[in-house]
Protein backbone atom coordinates (compact mmCIF):
# COMPACT_ATOMS: atom_id res chain seq x y z
CA UNK A 1 0.00 0.00 0.00
CA UNK A 2 1.57 3.13 -0.92
CA UNK A 3 1.23 6.87 0.11
CA UNK A 4 -1.69 7.77 -1.75
CA UNK A 5 -4.04 4.56 -1.26
CA UNK A 6 -3.36 4.61 2.48
CA UNK A 7 -4.68 8.41 2.45
CA UNK A 8 -7.34 7.97 0.44
CA UNK A 9 -8.68 4.86 2.41
CA UNK A 10 -8.56 7.03 5.52
CA UNK A 11 -9.90 9.99 4.11
CA UNK A 12 -12.68 7.66 2.64
CA UNK A 13 -13.57 6.76 6.36
CA UNK A 14 -14.43 8.91 8.64
CA UNK A 15 -14.03 9.01 12.25
CA UNK A 16 -17.75 8.20 13.24
CA UNK A 17 -18.00 4.73 11.87
CA UNK A 18 -18.95 6.08 8.12
CA UNK A 19 -17.22 4.00 4.99
CA UNK A 20 -16.39 0.29 4.31
CA UNK A 21 -15.92 -2.41 7.08
CA UNK A 22 -13.59 -4.74 4.64
CA UNK A 23 -11.51 -1.91 3.03
CA UNK A 24 -10.28 -0.48 6.85
CA UNK A 25 -10.80 -4.42 8.13
CA UNK A 26 -8.32 -5.02 5.02
CA UNK A 27 -5.91 -2.41 6.22
CA UNK A 28 -5.72 -3.65 9.90
CA UNK A 29 -4.92 -7.38 8.31
CA UNK A 30 -2.01 -5.72 6.35
CA UNK A 31 -0.39 -4.24 9.30
CA UNK A 32 -0.99 -7.35 11.27
CA UNK A 33 1.28 -9.35 8.45
CA UNK A 34 3.43 -7.16 7.49
CA UNK A 35 5.26 -5.01 11.16
CA UNK A 36 7.29 -2.85 8.79
CA UNK A 37 4.00 -1.83 6.76
CA UNK A 38 2.53 -1.58 10.21
CA UNK A 39 5.08 1.33 11.47
CA UNK A 40 5.01 2.96 8.07
CA UNK A 41 1.05 3.03 7.86
CA UNK A 42 1.49 4.71 11.18
CA UNK A 43 3.64 7.24 10.25
CA UNK A 44 1.30 8.14 7.39
CA UNK A 45 -1.54 8.54 9.97
CA UNK A 46 0.66 10.94 12.04
CA UNK A 47 1.66 12.93 9.49
CA UNK A 48 -1.45 13.47 8.00
CA UNK A 49 -3.32 14.35 11.04
CA UNK A 50 -5.51 11.11 10.28
CA UNK A 51 -4.24 9.93 13.95
CA UNK A 52 -8.10 9.73 14.82
CA UNK A 53 -9.63 8.10 11.69
CA UNK A 54 -7.15 5.00 12.32
CA UNK A 55 -8.35 5.06 16.16
CA UNK A 56 -11.78 5.52 15.62
CA UNK A 57 -11.89 2.44 12.90
CA UNK A 58 -9.53 0.16 15.25
CA UNK A 59 -12.56 0.90 18.33
CA UNK A 60 -14.96 0.53 15.95
CA UNK A 61 -14.20 -2.93 14.69
CA UNK A 62 -13.30 -3.94 18.22
CA UNK A 63 -9.42 -3.51 17.40
CA UNK A 64 -8.70 -1.25 20.24
CA UNK A 65 -4.71 -2.54 20.17
CA UNK A 66 -3.91 -1.81 16.17
CA UNK A 67 -3.50 2.01 17.29
CA UNK A 68 -2.59 3.84 20.50
CA UNK A 69 -2.87 7.39 20.63
CA UNK A 70 -0.43 8.51 22.78
CA UNK A 71 2.73 9.85 22.25
CA UNK A 72 4.39 6.26 22.47
CA UNK A 73 2.12 5.14 20.00
CA UNK A 74 5.22 4.34 17.47
CA UNK A 75 8.24 2.43 18.09
CA UNK A 76 10.97 4.19 19.07
CA UNK A 77 13.57 2.76 16.57
CA UNK A 78 12.04 3.90 13.95
CA UNK A 79 10.80 7.42 14.44
CA UNK A 80 12.47 10.37 15.50
CA UNK A 81 11.06 13.57 17.79
CA UNK A 82 7.66 12.55 17.75
CA UNK A 83 6.66 13.40 13.91
CA UNK A 84 3.76 15.86 13.60
CA UNK A 85 3.22 18.25 10.35
CA UNK A 86 3.99 21.27 12.12
CA UNK A 87 7.64 19.76 13.29
CA UNK A 88 9.01 18.53 10.31
CA UNK A 89 7.59 20.84 7.71
CA UNK A 90 6.16 18.65 5.65
CA UNK A 91 4.39 20.86 2.08
CA UNK A 92 2.67 18.74 0.14
CA UNK A 93 1.72 21.44 -1.68
CA UNK A 94 5.22 22.06 -2.39
CA UNK A 95 7.52 20.22 -5.27
CA UNK A 96 10.41 18.50 -3.61
CA UNK A 97 13.67 16.79 -5.86
CA UNK A 98 13.35 13.66 -3.95
CA UNK A 99 9.70 12.99 -4.88
CA UNK A 100 10.21 14.45 -7.96
CA UNK A 101 12.97 12.20 -8.75
CA UNK A 102 11.29 9.22 -7.67
CA UNK A 103 8.15 9.94 -10.03
CA UNK A 104 11.24 9.96 -12.72
CA UNK A 105 11.82 6.41 -11.47
CA UNK A 106 8.85 5.16 -11.54
CA UNK A 107 8.35 4.75 -8.18
CA UNK A 108 4.82 6.21 -5.63
CA UNK A 109 5.84 7.96 -3.09
CA UNK A 110 5.12 11.41 -4.83
CA UNK A 111 2.24 14.09 -4.48
CA UNK A 112 0.58 16.42 -7.13
CA UNK A 113 2.83 18.98 -6.54
CA UNK A 114 5.59 17.19 -7.47
CA UNK A 115 4.41 14.81 -10.47
CA UNK A 116 2.99 18.50 -11.85
CA UNK A 117 6.49 20.19 -11.16
CA UNK A 118 8.08 16.51 -12.71
CA UNK A 119 6.08 16.84 -16.20
CA UNK A 120 6.94 20.17 -16.77
CA UNK A 121 10.66 19.13 -16.58
CA UNK A 122 10.21 16.06 -18.72
CA UNK A 123 8.50 18.94 -21.05
CA UNK A 124 11.74 21.03 -21.53
CA UNK A 125 14.18 17.84 -20.91
CA UNK A 126 12.44 14.67 -22.25
CA UNK A 127 15.14 12.56 -21.34
CA UNK A 128 15.18 13.28 -17.50
CA UNK A 129 14.06 9.58 -16.73
CA UNK A 130 16.86 8.62 -18.89
CA UNK A 131 19.08 10.57 -16.57
CA UNK A 132 17.82 9.67 -13.67
CA UNK A 133 18.35 5.57 -14.55
CA UNK A 134 21.62 6.43 -15.21
CA UNK A 135 22.38 8.08 -12.42
CA UNK A 136 20.91 4.77 -10.53
CA UNK A 137 23.06 2.53 -12.29
CA UNK A 138 25.90 5.04 -11.48
CA UNK A 139 25.40 4.71 -7.61
CA UNK A 140 25.27 1.22 -7.91
CA UNK A 141 28.42 0.53 -9.95
CA UNK A 142 30.50 2.82 -8.06
CA UNK A 143 28.96 0.96 -4.88
CA UNK A 144 29.82 -1.87 -5.70
CA UNK A 145 33.38 -0.98 -7.13
CA UNK A 146 34.24 0.15 -3.78
CA UNK A 147 33.13 -2.42 -1.58
CA UNK A 148 35.10 -4.37 -3.85
CA UNK A 149 38.08 -2.78 -3.36
CA UNK A 150 37.66 -2.82 0.84
CA UNK A 151 35.59 -0.06 1.50
CA UNK A 152 33.04 -1.10 4.33
CA UNK A 153 31.30 2.46 5.26
CA UNK A 154 29.27 4.72 3.24
CA UNK A 155 27.51 7.85 4.08
CA UNK A 156 24.87 8.80 1.37
CA UNK A 157 23.51 12.05 1.58
CA UNK A 158 21.03 13.24 -0.08
CA UNK A 159 19.29 9.41 -0.07
CA UNK A 160 15.95 10.62 -1.77
CA UNK A 161 12.90 7.97 -1.25
CA UNK A 162 14.02 4.35 -0.90
CA UNK A 163 14.59 2.56 -4.60
CA UNK A 164 15.69 -1.20 -4.82
CA UNK A 165 18.46 -1.89 -4.97
CA UNK A 166 19.21 0.66 -2.13
CA UNK A 167 23.18 1.54 -1.40
CA UNK A 168 23.65 -0.64 1.77
CA UNK A 169 21.88 -3.99 -0.35
CA UNK A 170 24.21 -3.67 -3.30
CA UNK A 171 27.20 -3.17 -0.28
CA UNK A 172 25.77 -5.90 1.84
CA UNK A 173 25.32 -8.04 -1.44
CA UNK A 174 29.04 -8.42 -1.79
CA UNK A 175 30.32 -7.79 1.85
CA UNK A 176 27.47 -8.63 5.05
CA UNK A 177 29.52 -6.65 7.14
CA UNK A 178 29.07 -3.33 5.54
CA UNK A 179 27.17 0.09 6.97
CA UNK A 180 26.03 2.38 5.83
CA UNK A 181 24.37 5.87 7.16
CA UNK A 182 21.97 7.67 5.16
CA UNK A 183 20.97 11.31 5.72
CA UNK A 184 18.20 13.37 3.90
CA UNK A 185 16.34 16.59 4.74
CA UNK A 186 12.81 16.17 3.40
CA UNK A 187 10.69 14.48 5.98
CA UNK A 188 8.70 12.03 3.66
CA UNK A 189 12.16 10.63 2.90
CA UNK A 190 12.74 9.60 6.49
CA UNK A 191 9.52 8.37 7.39
CA UNK A 192 9.99 5.90 4.28
CA UNK A 193 13.92 5.16 5.35
CA UNK A 194 13.32 4.37 8.80
CA UNK A 195 10.27 2.22 8.33
CA UNK A 196 11.60 0.41 5.30
CA UNK A 197 15.74 0.00 5.00
CA UNK A 198 16.83 -2.90 6.69
CA UNK A 199 20.11 -4.25 6.89
CA UNK A 200 21.98 -7.47 7.18
CA UNK A 201 22.61 -8.43 10.60
CA UNK A 202 26.42 -8.64 10.09
CA UNK A 203 26.22 -5.06 9.18
CA UNK A 204 24.32 -2.21 10.04
CA UNK A 205 22.22 0.81 8.54
CA UNK A 206 21.05 3.79 10.15
CA UNK A 207 19.23 7.15 8.76
CA UNK A 208 19.50 10.65 10.12
CA UNK A 209 17.46 14.12 9.36
CA UNK A 210 20.22 16.55 8.34
CA UNK A 211 20.65 19.14 5.23
CA UNK A 212 23.82 18.49 3.16
CA UNK A 213 24.01 22.68 3.66
CA UNK A 214 24.79 21.97 6.91
CA UNK A 215 27.65 20.10 6.94
CA UNK A 216 28.81 20.24 10.54
CA UNK A 217 25.43 18.87 11.84
CA UNK A 218 25.63 15.91 9.79
CA UNK A 219 29.17 15.22 10.69
CA UNK A 220 27.67 15.10 14.36
CA UNK A 221 24.97 13.71 14.43
CA UNK A 222 24.81 10.80 16.97
CA UNK A 223 23.79 8.56 14.17
CA UNK A 224 27.02 8.74 12.34
CA UNK A 225 28.93 7.88 15.59
CA UNK A 226 27.00 5.45 16.53
CA UNK A 227 26.80 3.31 13.35
CA UNK A 228 30.32 3.81 11.85
CA UNK A 229 33.49 3.13 12.92
CA UNK A 230 35.03 6.59 12.59
CA UNK A 231 38.77 5.70 12.91
CA UNK A 232 38.08 3.68 9.46
CA UNK A 233 37.76 5.22 6.20
CA UNK A 234 34.19 6.14 4.42
CA UNK A 235 32.80 6.47 1.22
CA UNK A 236 30.98 9.94 1.57
CA UNK A 237 27.95 8.98 -1.17
CA UNK A 238 26.71 12.48 -2.69
CA UNK A 239 25.19 11.36 -6.06
CA UNK A 240 23.07 13.52 -7.83
CA UNK A 241 22.59 16.35 -4.73
CA UNK A 242 24.77 18.96 -5.14
CA UNK A 243 23.16 20.41 -8.35
CA UNK A 244 21.06 21.62 -5.57
CA UNK A 245 23.02 23.27 -3.67
CA UNK A 246 23.90 27.30 -6.00
CA UNK A 247 27.24 28.82 -5.46
CA UNK A 248 26.00 31.07 -2.93
CA UNK A 249 25.65 28.20 -0.81
CA UNK A 250 29.41 27.19 -0.90
CA UNK A 251 29.07 23.65 -2.27
CA UNK A 252 32.98 23.10 -2.57
CA UNK A 253 33.51 24.06 0.84
CA UNK A 254 30.48 22.26 2.30
CA UNK A 255 32.35 18.46 0.14
CA UNK A 256 35.63 19.89 2.19
CA UNK A 257 34.20 20.01 5.32
CA UNK A 258 32.68 16.98 4.76
CA UNK A 259 35.98 15.29 3.48
CA UNK A 260 38.04 16.93 6.12
CA UNK A 261 35.84 15.45 9.22
CA UNK A 262 36.04 12.05 7.66
CA UNK A 263 39.14 9.50 8.57
CA UNK A 264 42.07 9.33 6.51
CA UNK A 265 41.59 7.10 3.30
CA UNK A 266 38.05 7.89 2.67
CA UNK A 267 36.50 8.29 -0.85
CA UNK A 268 34.06 10.21 -2.66
CA UNK A 269 31.86 9.29 -5.37
CA UNK A 270 29.89 12.15 -7.20
CA UNK A 271 27.61 12.52 -10.25
CA UNK A 272 26.12 15.83 -11.25
CA UNK A 273 24.16 17.77 -14.01
CA UNK A 274 25.80 19.72 -17.06
CA UNK A 275 25.12 21.91 -19.58
CA UNK A 276 28.00 20.88 -21.79
CA UNK A 277 26.05 18.63 -24.04
CA UNK A 278 22.69 20.22 -25.11
CA UNK A 279 22.67 23.74 -23.07
CA UNK A 280 19.39 25.04 -24.39
CA UNK A 281 17.26 22.31 -23.16
CA UNK A 282 19.62 22.32 -19.97
CA UNK A 283 18.47 25.36 -19.38
CA UNK A 284 15.17 24.92 -19.72
CA UNK A 285 15.53 22.44 -17.18
CA UNK A 286 16.93 24.50 -14.62
CA UNK A 287 14.61 27.48 -15.01
CA UNK A 288 11.57 25.01 -14.59
CA UNK A 289 12.57 23.41 -10.76
CA UNK A 290 13.42 27.53 -10.31
CA UNK A 291 10.09 28.14 -10.99
CA UNK A 292 8.83 25.56 -8.81
CA UNK A 293 10.75 26.86 -6.05
CA UNK A 294 13.97 24.57 -6.17
CA UNK A 295 17.03 25.99 -6.55
CA UNK A 296 19.45 24.12 -9.82
CA UNK A 297 22.77 25.10 -11.01
CA UNK A 298 24.47 22.73 -13.52
CA UNK A 299 28.19 22.92 -13.57
CA UNK A 300 31.05 22.24 -16.08
CA UNK A 301 33.38 19.28 -16.45
CA UNK A 302 35.50 21.73 -14.94
CA UNK A 303 33.41 22.75 -11.93
CA UNK A 304 32.46 19.26 -10.86
CA UNK A 305 36.00 18.21 -11.67
CA UNK A 306 36.92 21.08 -8.60
CA UNK A 307 35.28 18.65 -5.79
CA UNK A 308 37.82 16.48 -6.41
CA UNK A 309 40.51 18.30 -5.67
CA UNK A 310 43.02 16.15 -3.90
CA UNK A 311 41.83 13.30 -4.73
CA UNK A 312 42.88 10.50 -6.89
CA UNK A 313 40.25 10.00 -9.28
CA UNK A 314 39.83 5.44 -9.93
CA UNK A 315 39.64 5.07 -13.74
CA UNK A 316 38.01 5.83 -16.11
CA UNK A 317 38.11 9.42 -14.20
CA UNK A 318 35.41 12.40 -14.48
CA UNK A 319 32.73 10.95 -17.32
CA UNK A 320 29.19 10.54 -18.09
CA UNK A 321 27.64 8.59 -15.48
CA UNK A 322 26.35 5.90 -17.94
CA UNK A 323 30.16 5.40 -19.34
CA UNK A 324 31.49 4.66 -15.63
CA UNK A 325 33.17 2.02 -14.97
CA UNK A 326 31.16 0.19 -17.90
CA UNK A 327 32.65 -3.54 -18.78
CA UNK A 328 30.79 -3.42 -21.92
CA UNK A 329 29.06 -0.26 -23.58
CA UNK A 330 25.02 -1.86 -25.04
CA UNK A 331 24.75 -0.50 -28.45
CA UNK A 332 21.65 1.42 -27.83
CA UNK A 333 23.30 3.14 -24.51
CA UNK A 334 22.12 6.64 -24.60
CA UNK A 335 24.24 9.43 -25.50
CA UNK A 336 25.95 11.71 -23.61
CA UNK A 337 23.59 14.71 -23.91
CA UNK A 338 20.32 12.35 -23.26
CA UNK A 339 22.00 11.93 -20.18
CA UNK A 340 24.05 15.34 -18.96
CA UNK A 341 24.80 14.05 -15.81
CA UNK A 342 28.73 13.51 -14.72
CA UNK A 343 30.06 10.99 -12.32
CA UNK A 344 33.20 9.80 -10.66
CA UNK A 345 35.11 8.37 -8.01
CA UNK A 346 38.12 9.34 -5.54
CA UNK A 347 40.13 8.46 -3.13
CA UNK A 348 42.21 10.40 -0.36
Known sequence: MNVDEALKLLAQNSPDGGGSDESIADLFRRMDTDPRESRRIQ?????????????????RLNRPDAYAPDDERLDQAVTRDNFSPTRVGLALDRAHPARMYDYYLDGKDHFPADREAAEKALEVFPHLRTTARENRAFLRRATAHLTRAGYRQFLDIGTGVPTTPNLHEVAQSIAKEARVVYADNDPLVLTQARAL???DPAGRTAYLHGDLREPEGILAAPELADALDLTRPVVLSLVAVLHFIPDAFDPYGIVATLLAGLPPGSALMLSHITADHDPAPMAELVATYEAAGIPVQARSREQVARF??????DAPGLTCCQRWNLDTAAADAPTDAEVSCY????RA
Open 43 to 59: HICELFDMEDRLCAQAV
Open 197 to 199: LTS
Open 308 to 313: FTGLDL
Open 343 to 346: AAVG
